[in-house]
């Protein structure tokens, strides 16, 4: 009776992950699709459902019109180096909040969730004015020093540590004479691992895909992002679809490595977290 | 500041030009070979896409920072950069009254302050708007097919209201693709617009822009628009599979026109719309106050704008040429088609052009645009009240113009 | 201070100090560790912010003098109703696309995180996956799928089942509908990582002791899962709070330039008042007034949110 039950509720389970599993894909799929096709069988309705054989051409108008790999390259650059640099402010900050007693801790971590509801859309023409004013226009600084801030990191890695740091060990460390860094380096760090891949993932692809800001600040080809350049594909009077979509799937691809990759080490890191608990 | 001025130092005595291109203008080839000719300029192109370059720009311009030494700016957009027109150069300081002649009167005027001392841009192509048909439709529903024929066919909108019901009758399909081309190609045979010159709006009452609305509706309420909205995919497929008649649309339409609808070669043409024509698109080159070599500049933007090189991008990318010399060329005028059964299509177009009423467009042209397109698109794909439809765009307008 | 008594003092002191200098020293470390955050913060963005709360009470156009119109631009915004209108519209897409994300991240991390599912990484990645696409591909993607024609796909479904063909991009609760699935479609991939995240602080023996009890799977879920997890439903209520306020993107591209009215948030209201219509006053008007309201709002749920599983 309980074994029957069981499997019903795990059946019910399957189902309910496959078909989620299916909407999620399926607009991946898609992609693919209208990447290999050309723009009049995209436009079809219903549209083509089976990839077709534009795969190369499409790719080579890509190639014509932006520098794809450059761009690439541009992105991983601003991308890496800004999840790097915020993993390490953001654990520092979040376990000083955490763990550490200074005057005016809680207004001050009150005043980063706050920052957190300001839209940023409108701070662009004055955020702009000192980038120029550094005369970093057209350089991958303006992305990536600015990207350090980020208040929902800070709020995540002190989340994380509250709960996943017991003050005893703290306290521990402290008798035995560890230095406070070396307190966050050899006991925190490893003790917050999940916390950092997971963090990892969000910095990354935010980074990654993230379109406004770059806009404004990188305005010469050579140090486009890559969502700079498959914007750029979009010409205002004929849209070739079956060309933006393939510069969108293989900008996409790399990145679906990276995840795969990734993945497995936020296992991996997840279970480590899971054996010390 | 900053970047142009390192260029110029390390380029050993060359000039260095940033020119902002959106589209494909094929810029590259011409700057190239105006470079050949001319070793102590060098002219660094970026390419971006066309609203994106405009809002790079305002930023850049608001700032006081980072504008390049040349940009290409889109008609849409040139009334809002001619409010700051102390931002950029003036051209008739540097001799663009003699080049004034060559183009079409109504291309220029837009690039110009009201009083005609101030001029911010010169003229690259522009959109002149034609009538192009589905003739396996036509046949369908009995017509002639022959430009000709079909053009005289449509002397006026009453005439193109008929014809319209008889394709609908015959075929069971819509005269056009939709409310908003329809509606501009009507807009744009008007003597004003949005605007008189001191920015103030003037279509309430009997306004021309309100007749324009008004035949759109009426058309509406007997079936004959499509409720495809522009540039989405279903409309680009409507091109291909001709599931309406007739499409009010720019020259530059042609290159999309083939791009959805490959297979259709054969089955459009070309001819004139009824009571004139219109333009939609296009673009001008302006120089930059920021720009340390306006002369330079200058000197490349009115060599790239000239007819010769007009006819060059024309005869590469399809831009259609406001230079009035490359109208005689014979091998502009007599370029045939064969996707259009072999049209002579550049002489339609030029036709056209040489029928567009100079209008005012006015900084603030976009919001009552928008708002009358969605307006008529409700009435086409909600069936609403047109007169409550338009009496609440109204509303919308002036809330909008009202905070500025 | 009276100098007979020194030596007592001197020990009570140096008692004292040592232990000032520990608290000290944690104070020191404390806003050492926290500084490059604040540092970074105030050269890009308390300007800005600064600049908008400035700009609140002006006039301009972004090229020309600014002039000081005091609380004119607020009322603007506050007697438009579209300023209305594009807030409830975020409201009820935040609604829509938020509150059954959260529900589905939960059920979805719960079930990945169990030994029981077969295919485990499949299933992580391809919920994963929305995650990693770019806006430019979501919008080709959904602007297909969400089409205005009787023949588009959601429509071909919908009239399996004898249902009326939807416009998704002009009616109002098409568009509504097409923009939240979309929100929900991209992040509910984002909330599940977070509160895998989440699950990993839950030791396994509760699990074990439910089960040895006989609890079946939605039971584990209501009464450990959900408690266990709720400083982590807290922060995502939290930041979902906040992006649904922030929706801006996905309207932006789905609806094209048109801004309807049907469609439109406050953030695309702002947008459009200061980058198309030049109307720098209202527009910084508009986000202070939606800064506000986000203080409101995340709270109200902060605090909602905290009496899960209660």
């Known amino acids: ?73 541009n992105s991983f650059v601003v991308s890496t180096l800004t999840t ?58 303006a992305v990536i020093v600015p990207g350090l801030i980020d208040a929902f990191g800070i709020f995540w890695m002190r989340q994380y540590i509250s709960s996943a740091i017991p003050d005893e060990l703290m306290d521990a ?36 895909n993230d379109f406004l800001w770059p806009l404004v600040v990188l305005r010469e080809e050579s140090v486009y992002t890559i969502q700079i350049a498959i914007r750029s594909l979009m010409d205002n009077y004929v849209r070739d679809y079956g060309m933006i979509l393939s510069g969108t799937f293989w900008a996409t691809l790399p990145l679906v490595f990276i995840f795969l990759f990734f993945n497995k080490l936020f296992i991996d890191s997840l279970t480590q977290g899971a054996l010390k608990s | 500041m900053g970047c142009s001025e390192d260029e110029d130092a390390s380029g050993d005595g060359k000039v260095t030009l940033k020119f902002w291109v959106f589209g494909s203008a094929g810029y590259e080839q011409l700057a190239e070979e105006y470079m050949e ?47 700051a027109q102390d931002r950029f150069y003036n051209l008739y300081d540097f001799g663009a009254e003699d080049i004034k002649d060559q183009y079409l009167d109504w291309k220029w005027n837009m690039a110009e302050s009201p009083d005609g001392s101030y001029l911010i841009g010169l003229p690259t192509d522009i959109g002149p708007t034609t009538m192009f048909y589905r003739t396996d439709v036509f046949e369908e529903a009995g017509l002639p097919t022959d430009p000709d024929e079909v053009s005289s066919m449509f002397q006026t909108w009453e005439d193109f209201f ?158 259609f040429p406001s230079a009035l010399p490359v109208y005689e060329e014979s091998d502009f005028i007599e370029s045939t088609d064969d996707y259009f059964g072999g049209q002579q299509v550049a002489k339609i177009f030029s036709e056209a052009a040489e029928q567009v009423k100079p209008v005012y467009m006015g900084k603030n042209h976009a919001i009552v645009q928008t708002e009358i397109v969605n307006a008529l698109m409700n009435v086409v794909t909600k069936g609403t009240d047109p007169e409550a439809e338009w009496d609440e765009a109204l509303t919308r307008i002036k809330a909008q113009l009202e905070r500025q | 201070m009276n100098l007979n008594t020194d030596k007592n003092k001197m020990k009570n002191i140096s008692i004292f100090t040592a232990r000032m200098t520990e608290e000290k020293k944690e104070m020191v470390t404390g806003y050492l560790y926290i500084s490059p955050f604040f540092i970074l913060f105030t050269i890009f963005g308390l300007f800005p912010i600064l600049f908008s709360f400035y ?91 969400f089409s205005e024609q009787e023949s588009g796909l959601i429509n071909v479904i919908l ?118 219509n030049l109307s720098f006053g209202p527009a910084s008007a508009t986000a202070i007034l939606l800064f506000f309201i986000i203080i409101i709002f995340s709270s109200v749920n902060v605090f909602l949110a905290n009496r899960i599983g209660r």
């Open chain 1, 1 to 73: 009776m309980y074994r029957m039950k069981k499997r019903i509720s795990t059946g019910f389970v399957h189902v309910l992950l496959l078909s989620g599993a299916l909407l999620s894909l399926f607009p991946f799929y898609w992609m693919f699709v209208m990447a290999t096709n050309h723009n009049s069988a995209i436009n079809q309705v219903p549209p083509a459902f089976l990839p077709g054989n534009q795969t190369v051409e499409n790719f080579k108008k890509v190639l014509s019109n932006v520098d794809f790999f450059g761009s690439m390259w």
């Open chain 1, 84 to 141: 790097l640099g915020v993993l390490f402010l953001c654990s520092l900050a979040g376990f000083a909040f955490a763990k550490y007693k200074f005057p005016g801790k809680n207004i001050l971590f009150l005043f980063i969730l706050l920052t957190m509801m300001v839209p940023p859309q409108l701070g662009l023409i004055p955020q702009y004015y000192i980038i120029t004013k550094l005369d970093w226009l057209n350089d991958l600084k």
């Open chain 1, 173 to 208: 460390a402290k008798i035995d004479g560890c230095s406070n860094f070396r307190i966050y380096w050899n006991i925190a760090v490893p003790m917050i691992l999940p916390a950092f891949s997971t963090l990892a993932i969000i910095k990354f692809m935010y980074m990654w």
């Open chain 2, 37 to 83: 000719d001319h070793p102590d300029v060098n002219i660094e192109i970026n390419h971006s896409e066309m609203n994106d370059l405009h809002n790079n720009l305002f930023t850049s311009i608001s700032a006081g920072s980072g504008a390049p030494d040349i940009t290409m700016i889109e008609v849409s957009a040139i009334a809002k950069f001619m409010e």
């Open chain 2, 162 to 319: 008929e014809i319209g019901k008889q394709i609908k009758a015959e075929t069971g399909k819509p005269i056009v693709d939709g409310p908003e081309l329809l509606y501009n190609a009507l807009r744009d045979q008007a003597d004003q617009q949005y605007f008189n010159e001191n920015d103030e709006l003037i279509i309430e009452g009997n306004s021309a822009v309100k007749e324009a609305y008004d035949f759109t509706a009426r058309l509406i309420e007997e079936g004959l628009v499509g409720q495809n909205e522009l540039w989405t995919p279903e409309w680009g497929n409507a091109m291909a599979d001709g599931s309406y008649g007739v499409l009010l649309a720019p020259s530059w339409m042609v290159a999309n026109v083939k791009e959805n609808a490959p297979d259709a070669s054969g089955k459009w043409r070309i001819t004139t719309m009824p009571e004139g024509a219109g333009n939609w698109g296009g673009s001008y080159i302006a120089i930059p106050k920021e720009s340390e070599h306006p002369e330079e500049a200058y000197a490349f933007i009115e060599w790239l704008v000239s007819p010769e090189n007009q006819l060059t991008s024309f005869k590469n990318n399809g831009l």
């Open chain 3, 55 to 145: 700009l609140g009470f002006q006039k301009w156009n972004g090229l020309t003098e600014m002039e000081f119109v005091g609380w004119a631009n607020f009322r603007f915004v506050l007697e438009d109703p579209l300023f209305w209108k594009s807030l409830y519209n975020t409201f009820i897409m935040g609604l829509l696309g938020t509150f059954p994300q959260l529900v589905v991240a939960i059920v979805l991390a719960f079930a990945l995180n169990s030994a029981l599912i077969k295919f485990r990484n499949f299933y992580r990645v391809s919920y994963f996956m929305p995650y990693v696409t770019s806006t430019v591909a979501v919008a080709v993607v959904f602007g297909v799928i």
């Open chain 3, 159 to 276: 009239s399996w089942f004898h249902l009326d063909p939807v416009n998704w991009t002009t009616s109002e609760w098409g568009v509504k509908f097409a923009i939240a699935a979309m929100v929900f479609w991209r992040w509910v991939g984002y909330n599940t990582i977070i509160y895998l995240a989440g699950l990993q602080s839950i030791p396994k023996e509760l699990y074990e002791a439910a089960k040895i009890d006989g609890a079946t799977l939605f039971q584990q879920l209501r009464y450990i899962t959900v408690p266990m997890l709720r400083p982590f439903i807290i922060f995502t209520v939290f930041l979902s709070t906040i992006g649904a306020f922030q929706l801006f993107t996905e309207p932006l591209i789905f609806l094209g330039r048109s801004y309807r009215e049907e469609g439109i948030t406050v953030v695309l209201y702002l947008w459009r008042e200061a980058f198309v």
